[in-house]
């Protein structure tokens, strides 16, 4: 296949990545990892995959990266093996079988490893996991994802090159979301001009999820997945979580509007949202930990609110930690922030009946200095109409 025009790190990034895995590997105690993939989430669970190999296929995948000896990486889906081959950044390509365990159990002994320490990565299917394990019985496993995971939280200045397209992708669907809406435009008609505006600007449309919903008679606190045909009015409020990708790196702006001014209700919750992002954001430092943070967002509580998505959480190729969960939830697994990490802030105050709600937030990179956005887009909601 041509790759022409499509983004591609060095070399030499590729190298650090291999050798970091390795490391990994090694620290632990595991001769081998065995890293998983699958389309779910816009192929974003792939992001192990992808990180060793620059491939995010649209179907399972496996990769074996050894400590000794060089990677393998099976598609599942033969008629997508020519565009991995192509694309892959590891020479040994092979095409999988509907018996992915059998091929990779053969793998496995042929190079000493049935009954080696082994690290799993990814959220490999149950059948699949259950009958490897029964094909090497031998093999000691220990589930990595979450080591792996972390060894992808700080970024490379390539990752970060990324990223900084994809946010500058971002800010220009962004406005042209804000010049378009207006009374009488359709829900999904904005999310055709993102998708059209994200290739235009040379990245991928990953989503947009959006919600409008009378600010008077509210019954919706939370963009939605699904876009429908409802038109715009006067007196509407409108949420949206923009993502938008570079090489499968992703940013992701969060921005409520106002078609006219605000009831009083929609003025006060903006009120608290926006002393809670700015007071989080300036909060954001080296040295910060999840803990301090989500006391920063007890404002949001104090105020008589709940919250209904994430208040941060890291971000890449995936999702990624740091994160703070809803409902002010304590952090799952301690984490002290630190430079080099790309973070999304997204304070969301909601009613506890869940009808009125709003979002505001932005991609940005944790600086020695603090959290920086990494958008152009104002941190504010914008008054249309």
Known sequence: MSIEGLPRFSDGEMARRLAAVRGLAQERGVRALLLFGHSGSRRHYQADIHYVTEVAPFHEAYCLVPVEGEPVLWVTHHNHFATARDLSRIADVRRGTRDAPAVIAAELRSRGLADAALGLVGPMFHQEHTRLLGLVPD?????????????????????????????????????????????????????????????????????????????????????????????????????????????????QLLRPFFLGEPTSQYAHLY????????????????????????????????????????????????????????????????????????????????????KVGMQLGQMGLITPEGYVSMHASPSEVTVCG
């Open 139 to 251: 093999a000691q496993w220990t589930d990595l994802s979450m080591p792996f995971k972390r060894l992808r939280i700080r970024k490379s200045e390539e990752e970060l090159a990324w990223q900084r397209v994809a946010a500058a992708g971002c800010d220009r669907v962004m406005a042209a979301l804000h010049a378009a809406i207006r009374p009488g435009v359709e829900e999904r008609e904005l999310l055709v001009l993102s998708e059209q505006v994200a290739w235009q600007f040379g990245c991928q449309p990953n989503f947009l999820y959006l919600n409008s919903t009378p600010m008077a008679a509210s019954e919706s606190c939370v963009p939605n997945q699904i876009l429908s045909r409802r038109k715009l009015q006067m007196g509407d409020v409108i949420n949206t979580e923009l993502t938008v990708s570079y090489g499968m790196y992703s940013a």
């Open 271 to 354: 009120g608290v949202l926006k002393t809670a992002h700015d007071a989080l954001a300036e909060a954001m430092k080296p040295g910060v930990t999840l803990d301090e943070l989500r006391e920063v967002s007890l404002s949001i509580r104090d105020a008589g609110y709940t919250t209904v998505d994430g208040l941060l959480h890291g971000f890449g190729v995936d999702i990624l930690p740091p994160a703070l969960g809803p409902n002010f939830a304590p952090p799952h697994v301690p984490y002290t922030l630190e430079p080099g990490v790309t973070i999304v802030l997204q304070p969301n105050p909601t009613t506890a009946d869940e």
